[in-house]
């Protein structure tokens, strides 16, 4: 009975925790909204997904409606590469006001690697670190999404 009671007690203190914390609120001014998709993963079929939701949610709020941000680092960096099978989608993305972020540390990382900086796509732009991209946009209230 005493392990219970310990364990109750431990249960209700995680969720007093849990509702101390401030709500982290998706940003809609006046009808438009915002949301970054993280890429981090080199699989086609992830990368398909990040593309196919950043194609539905502007078909399904309006294009002029949402403001959309797309970060690639780590392995997923590979998706705004010239080479990636994707390029020319994500370069019609860009131009449908899709904004594509590659992590600068990622490209470097590459480039000691490789001995080459990767190619980027045409409209894909570079960010210092791709998750510090990823924590400044939550800060300013976008909604995340990792497919």
């Known amino acids: 009975m005493k ?13 007093a925790g849990f509702m101390a914390l401030p709500a982290m609120a998706a ?14 993963s080199d699989d086609p079929a992830t990368q398909t997904l990040a593309l196919n939701n950043a194609v539905n949610v502007q078909k399904a709020l309006g294009q002029d409606n949402v403001t959309l941000e797309i970060v690639a ?3 997923g960096l590979s998706l705004l590469t010239r080479q990636n099978a994707q390029a020319e ?13 590659a992590c600068h ?11 080459q900086m990767p190619e980027l796509t045409e409209g894909v732009k570079v960010v210092p670190a791709g998750v510090v991209r990823i924590m400044e946009l939550q800060q300013q209230g976008y909604t995340y999404i990792n497919p």
């Not at 392990?3 to 969720?15: C, F, N």
């Not at 540390?105 to 001995?115: L, Q």
């Open 3 to 15: 392990k219970i009671s310990i364990q109750l007690v431990a249960l209700l203190a995680l969720m």
């Open 27 to 40: 940003k809609v001014v006046d009808g438009h909204h915002y949301l970054v998709i993280q890429v981090s």
């Open 89 to 101: 989608r994500v370069q019609s993305l860009a131009m449908q006001d899709v904004t594509f972020s």
């Open 105 to 115: 540390n990622t490209m470097t990382a590459v480039e000691k690697r490789t001995g």
């Open 73 to 75: 680092f780590g392995p």
